[in-house]
Structures are given as structure tokens and as C-alpha cells.
């Protein structure tokens, strides 16, 4: 998906939800949609945040939406939930509005909870992701603090988070 036909799927989607929800957006759609980091992904992961929609119905209006534009039934999914808990408690301070309709109300992550996701993620194609991400200036301080703080809770990954996040910004030469 690109950020043309994410707008074109949100919009649907709005007219299509009789009543308010908050989304929050990660993954490579929030890279695309809120920083215009030119990458490609198949999907918007997101998660309901505030919603007076019944999950179910917002499930179903998600794949109308898809058949009508001809795109996955769930083009929109929570496929990124199991890495929240390494969201920082002031995340929310740092969600940028992308999207806000009648119903819909989009909101993507914060370029650092971004690069902590793909750090707990690991994935060979988050390397180039989280370079990326580095190099649009996030504040270090805000992910160092919080790995630190998942190391300190002995948080299964979070070694392996930290040591690729300090990998990274010693490739690009930068210091949290």
C-alpha cells in the first residue's frame, strides 16, 4: 500500500463506521503516512485506541472495505499488538494525527516507539527501517531510557533490542 490508497482506504472506512473510534498506527504505514519515509507495505498495522464501535463491526467494515477496493480483507490489522508493551508511558505525547474523518481519528506512533517496535522486532527487513528512522532525528534519550528500563524488568528481548539499537547508532555515529 501506498499513502494514496491509505488515504482512500481510511476515508472509506470513515464513511463506512457508524460511530467514533481512535486508531493508532504503526509499522511501515506509520513511517509512510506520518514521516514520508518512501517504503512499501502491505498492510496499515493498527490498534483501536478509543472506539464507541463495536470491534466486531469494525472488523467487518475493514473487509468491505478491502473487497471494494480490491486490496486484503484486512488491510488494517493488530498484527504489531504483541509489541506494544514496550511502548514508554508518555507515547502518547508523541502521536502525530494523520487522519481525522467524521467517525475515524488516526493516529500514528512516535518515530521513537517506531524504532523500539523494530528493535523488539529484529527482523532483517526492520534493519534498513530503523537506520532510517535514526537518521529523522528521534530522541535517543527517549529510547535508551526506555530499553533501559525493559532491561532493568528482565524483559525477554530486550538485550537483543538494546545491543541492535546500539549497534545502529554506532553505524551512523550517533550517541544516546
Given at each position: 500500500m501506498n499513502?494514496?490508497?491509505?488515504v482512500s482506504a481510511l476515508k472509506l472506512l470513515d464513511q463506512r463506521i457508524p460511530s467514533a473510534i481512535?486508531?493508532?498506527?504503526?509499522?511501515?504505514?506509520?513511517?509512510?503516512?506520518?514521516?514520508?519515509?518512501?517504503?512499501?507495505t502491505e498492510d496499515i498495522?493498527?490498534?483501536p485506541d478509543r472506539s464507541t464501535v463495536e470491534l466486531a463491526t469494525f472488523h467487518k467494515e475493514v473487509a468491505a472495505v478491502g473487497l471494494e477496493l480490491g486490496i486484503a480483507a484486512n488491510w488494517l490489522n493488530?498484527?504489531?499488538s504483541p509489541f506494544l508493551f514496550?511502548?514508554?508511558?508518555?507515547?502518547?505525547?508523541?502521536?502525530?494525527?494523520?487522519?481525522?474523518?467524521?467517525?475515524?481519528?488516526?493516529?500514528?506512533l512516535g518515530k521513537e516507539e517506531l524504532v523500539l517496535m523494530k528493535c523488539f522486532a529484529g527482523r532483517e527487513k526492520d534493519i534498513p527501517h530503523i537506520r532510517?528512522?535514526?537518521r529523522t532525528s528521534p530522541s535517543l534519550k527517549v529510547i535508551d531510557k526506555r530499553l533501559q528500563e525493559l532491561l532493568e524488568k528482565k524483559i525477554p528481548g530486550?538485550?537483543?533490542?538494546?545491543?541492535?539499537?546500539?549497534?545502529?547508532?554506532?553505524e551512523l555515529g550517533l550517541s544516546a
Open positions: 499513502k494514496k490508497l491509505m481512535r486508531v493508532i498506527i504503526g509499522g511501515g504505514a506509520a513511517m509512510a503516512y506520518a514521516y514520508d519515509i518512501p517504503i512499501a498495522d493498527a490498534v493488530d498484527h504489531f514496550v511502548l514508554p508511558r508518555d507515547y502518547g505525547d508523541r502521536l502525530v494525527a494523520i487522519y481525522q474523518g467524521k467517525h475515524l481519528d488516526v493516529r500514528a532510517t528512522l535514526l530486550a538485550q537483543k533490542a538494546a545491543d541492535l539499537f546500539d549497534d545502529l547508532c554506532g
